[in-house]
Structure formats: C-alpha cells, structure tokens
C-alpha cells in the first residue's frame, strides 16, 4: 500500500467516523507500521513520521487511458 493510500485510509476513516466543522491540514503517517493521525494545523513530526497534505489526500488517483495512442 503506498503512502498516499495509507493516509488516505486514515482520512477517510477519520470523517466517517467524527463530525468536524474544521477543515483538516493532512495525515501524518508513521514511517513502517501504517498508523497515523489526521491533523488541522501544521505538525511538528517526529524523525519517523511524515506529513501528507490534504490536497494530494482529494486528487483522484491517475488511471492509464485504455485507448491506444494511434501511431503515425
């Protein structure tokens, strides 16, 4: 599972699961285990974490086009 996916678990979890007027900044992630926690203002992280920006938490996952590019 990648990183994004990770937090994008997290995120999601986190909104079904708790009512917030706030907005959400993003997701930190501890590095190796999956475990993270939705945050609402700039973290400070600690050595093993990393911070996931809400914005790349949205973006719809590119997909391959299944039509083939035409060749001249």
Not at 19 to 31: A, H, I, M, R, T
Not at 33 to 45: A, C, F, I, T
Request: proline content about 7%; hydrophobic content about 35%.
């Amino acid at each position: 599972m990648t990183l994004i996916n990770q937090a994008r678990r997290i995120y999601f979890k986190h909104i079904t699961s708790f009512c917030q007027e706030n907005e959400p900044f993003g997701v930190v992630l501890k590095e190796g285990n999956g475990e993270g926690r939705v945050v609402y203002h700039p973290p400070v992280l600690l050595p093993e974490e990393l911070f996931i920006e809400i914005g790349l938490l949205r973006q719809k996952q590119k997909t391959l086009s299944r039509s083939k590019a035409k060749k001249p």
